[in-house]
T-cell receptor, first 109, second 113 residues
Framework: AQRVTQPEKLLSVFKGAPVELKCNYS??????LFWYVQYSRQRLQLLLRHISRESIKGFTADLNKGETSFHLKKPFAQEEDSAMYYCALRGTGANNLFFGTGTRLTVIP | DAGVIQSPRHEVTEMGQEVTLRCKPI?????LFWYRQTMMRGLELLIYFNNNVPIDDSGMPEDRFSAKMPNASFSTLKIQPSEPRDSAVYFC???????????FGEGSRLTVL
């Protein structure tokens, strides 16, 4: 069975401080991992995916298969980063995504 | 493209009433998903379709919930009879086969009194 765990429902950091949103997964095969973000009054949208290995809006996430983690990081948080963040997993050969419970990030000015 | 279109955006109804949520996926996307979002459980997959065929409905809470996709451009999620615990935001999403990215609608916020 596949499972995505985001241990923090709420996370607050000061502007300019580093931020890390935790995501752990459980899956027996080789999953594809994603981070989706929902800004206030906007649609849920893709932020980044592990196979792209890219930085989006200053965020990066590295897939650590040993620790089964895919934490989202940014060295210097900005106010516009305040949003709901969801970690998601897609199993091998599957179409559907399984989401974690989400973490609401608040960046304090 | 206007993206995934959902209606209604908001619905307030009384317990026992039938609720129908509608979704129009992005043209050309062959997979459609219904998710429910709550504070406690986050985003739960209810059901998804490939080429209009239901593939996995194991997330549908109970027999009161049903979903259909009569053609490639339209899907419905029906709750009959509705209960207060069904109150949530229901999202529809369609999948780009080219990129593997899910595109979400704006959601339908349901309140059952």
């Amino acid at each position: 069975a596949q499972r995505v765990t985001q241990p923090e429902k709420l996370l607050s950091v000061f502007k300019g401080a580093p931020v890390e949103l935790k995501c752990n997964y459980s899956y027996s095969g080789s999953p594809e991992l994603f981070w989706y973000v929902q800004y206030s009054r906007q649609r849920l949208q893709l932020l980044l995916r592990h196979i792209s290995r890219e930085s989006i809006k200053g965020f990066t996430a590295d897939l650590n298969k040993g620790e089964t983690s895919f934490h989202l990081k940014k060295p210097f948080a900005q106010e516009e980063d305040s949003a709901m963040y969801y970690c998601a997993l897609r199993g091998t050969g599957a179409n559907n995504l399984f989401f974690g419970t989400g973490t609401r990030l608040t960046v304090i000015p | 493209d206007a993206g995934v279109i959902q209606s209604p955006r908001h619905e307030v109804t009384e317990m026992g009433q039938e609720v129908t949520l509608r979704c129009k996926p992005i043209s050309g996307h062959n997979s459609l998903f219904w998710y429910r979002q709550t504070m406690m459980r986050g985003l739960e997959l209810l059901i998804y379709f490939n080429n209009n065929v239901p593939i996995d409905d194991s997330g549908m809470p109970e027999d009161r919930f049903s979903a259909k996709m009569p053609n490639a451009s339209f899907s419905t999620l029906k709750i009959q009879p509705s209960e207060p615990r069904d109150s949530a935001v229901y999202f529809c999403a369609s999948l780009s086969r080219n990129t593997g990215e899910l595109f979400f609608g704006e959601g339908s916020r349901l309140t059952v009194l």
